[in-house]
């Protein structure tokens, strides 16, 4: 979480209100307050609490140095906002990741005065305190210090550069001719250079306008120069009010878009899992997305294990030389499935990534990748990663007894469907439903076999961005317990196959018999439903195909309520931290 910007140029000063947009292009990963600091003969620095609502900052500078932040260690206040500025005013440090050790770093601080409760903030005057006129030696000298994750970046008075150093949380290096930037993410810097460097963990050193320099373990190290490949326009909102609704309405371009595979990476990837024991790890909805596909490796014959990342590493002993593991993530940097991979680093088992952010650092620890193509994702809600990480697994599954070319061409028969379900005039319909649905509190979606993640899928959609109380259960579980918070007028989302149905419909019955409003997702009209979102295509792709309209009904019921669809309180789109 949080997003960091470091900009040096050794040529032309860069306007602030221009780097206020490379912020602001980064808090997605966090947005309850921001900061800048800029270098003149002293450290200018300009903090706020809340979103970046204006750009329009005076000013222009050759060293600049901001932060978006997503609260983990102190309120959201200014004192907690980044960057830091140590007491002696010579530093300027933005972090990101938790500094476990802080309270004993703080202890050794005798004489220090503290504004706020961050971690950060004693990072910032440790290095003050252990600073000597070699910067980059003593501060290599400190890291070993500081227990936890972080990607840091500073700059110091009286000097040309911005220093960082990168353990467990993402940082990378744009490279330009005369100017170089230190970020987060790609996402703050593709319009000015596609040449990008993925630093490693461990790595520390320094950027300056025409130079660039990186330690590992006290030695200087070369790493490799990447092109991004990433549309710009892809990062824009155009035409739309909202990425939400923008990523939405991709999704009739992604099953295309995931389909650029390298036909021989798919054949040996489906080799192992023919003969290998299959793990899938996933976070929230790419782990929604492992859940759905288990159905239809069930259905080849095989049996994955499908386990959300943080739990992993109790499973973690049964993972050897005989397994392989597909690692699920839009981003690529979800913490808790990065800890859950390292934790079988020695097991010999394969790990391949369906991944959407080339060069992430899942990206670059797996053995073999699959990816997404679908651009950049901004909104903090998973819309179009969730098509595609479906597809492809799907894709993976359809294989395992069709040829890559059948199991392609069954995929691209959905092309239409969703073009249909993303259209102006279905919005208009699930829009309506909206309205009805804008003061609820509490609501429920059910389904059976695939439908059930799809419902779990549903339900985190719903709540994550309109703040409604949303469950996901499948059909049988309801009268195991959650029946009981059914009253007159209860919500329920029933999501009906097309085929061998009478068990869902019984259990849609069973929630109307109770006062539920049943909202049936089908093909087809059924007594027992109060409204009707048509749904045609086989159940086979049911939870990409079913889940679309419940993604536009979370937006629609978030514009209602005047809520931010694409920023969500208290979530961030990259959860860097445990
Ligand atoms: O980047 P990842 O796919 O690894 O992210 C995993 C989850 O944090 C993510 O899916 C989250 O649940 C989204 N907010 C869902 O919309």
Redesign the pocket.
């Known amino acids: 979480m949080c997003g960091i910007v470091g900009y040096i140029s050794n040529k032309e000063k860069l306007k602030l209100a221009k780097f206020m947009t490379m912020i602001k292009s980064l808090d997605y990963r966090g947005y309850d307050s921001w900061g800048v600091s800029h270098l003149s003969d002293k450290i200018n620095l300009i903090k706020e609490i809340g979103k970046i609502e204006n750009t329009d900052l005076p000013g222009e500078s050759n060293l600049i140095l901001g932060h978006t932040r997503w609260a983990t260690h102190g309120g959201v206040t200014k004192e907690n906002a980044h960057p830091h500025l140590s007491n002696d005013k010579n530093i300027s440090l933005v972090h990101n990741g938790i500094i476990e050790n802080y309270q004993e770093l703080k202890s050794k601080l005798d004489g220090f005065n503290f504004s706020g409760q961050t971690d950060s903030e004693v990072l910032t005057n440790y290095i003050q305190s252990k600073l000597t006129e070699d910067t980059l030696s003593s501060f290599a000298q400190i890291l070993p210090d500081l227990k936890g994750t972080y990607a840091i970046g500073f700059l110091k008075r009286g000097e040309n550069k911005i220093y960082f150093a990168r353990k467990d949380s993402p940082l990378v290096l744009g490279i330009g001719k005369d100017e170089k930037i230190l970020s987060s993410d790609v996402t703050s810097f593709f319009d000015r250079t596609k040449t990008v460097i993925y630093l490693e963990d461990g790595d520390y050193g320094y950027i300056e306008g025409n130079s660039v320099k990186i330690f590992n373990s006290g030695e200087e190290v070369e790493r490799k120069k990447s092109t991004i490949t990433w549309d710009i326009d892809k990062a824009r909102k155009g035409e739309f009010e909202h990425f939400m609704l923008k990523e939405i309405s991709e999704q009739v371009d992604v099953i295309n878009q995931v389909l650029i595979q390298d036909s021989k990476n798919i054949s040996s990837i489906v080799n192992d899992l023919k003969t290998k024991n299959i793990f899938m790890v996933?976070?929230?909805?790419?782990?929604?997305a492992a859940l759905a596909a288990e159905y239809e490796f069930l259905k080849q014959g095989i049996m994955p294990k499908v386990i959300r990342?943080h739990e992993f590493r109790s499973y973690s002993k049964f993972v050897d030389k005989n397994s392989i593991v597909l690692a699920?993530?839009?981003?690529?940097?979800?913490i808790?499935?990065i800890d859950a991979l390292k934790s079988i680093k020695n097991s010999g088992a394969e790990i391949v990534s369906i991944v959407?952010?080339q060069g992430s650092t899942?990206d670059r620890m797996s053995d073999k990748r699959i990816y997404m193509n679908v651009g950049p994702e901004i909104c903090?809600?998973?819309?179009k990663?969730?098509t595609a990480?479906v597809s492809i697994l799907m894709l993976l599954a359809g294989c395992i007894t069709d040829t890559y070319e059948t199991s392609k061409a069954n995929l691209t028969e959905i092309i239409r469907q969703i073009y249909y379900l993303t259209s102006e005039n279905s919005r208009k319909y699930t829009k309506e439903l909206s309205q009805l649905l804008r003061y609820t509190k509490h609501l429920f979606t059910i389904g059976r076999k695939r439908d059930y993640p799809t419902a779990m899928e549903a339900a985190?959609?719903i709540k994550?961005?309109s703040y409604i109380h949303a469950e996901g259960f499948a059909g049988g579980q309801i009268k195991h317990g959650p029946i009981a918070m059914i009253e007159n007028g209860t919500p329920c989302i029933v999501f009906v196959s097309n085929k061998n149905n009478s068990e869902i419909l019984s259990n849609a019955q069973e929630l109307k018999s109770r006062g539920a409003f049943i909202i049936g997702v089908s093909d087809k009209n059924h007594d027992v439903f109060d409204f009707w979102i048509k749904v045609i295509g086989p159940d086979k792709y049911s939870p990409i195909l079913r889940t679309i309209p419940i993604q536009i009904l979370a937006y629609y019921l978030a514009v209602l309520k005047g809520l931010d669809p694409d920023k969500?309180r208290n979530?961030a789109?990259?959860?860097t931290v445990k």
């Open positions: 996933a976070c929230g909805t790419s782990y929604n990342a699920i993530s839009q981003s690529g940097e979800t808790d499935l959407n952010v899942l903090v809600l998973s819309t990663s969730y990480s985190l959609k994550e961005v969500p979530l789109k990259s959860v």
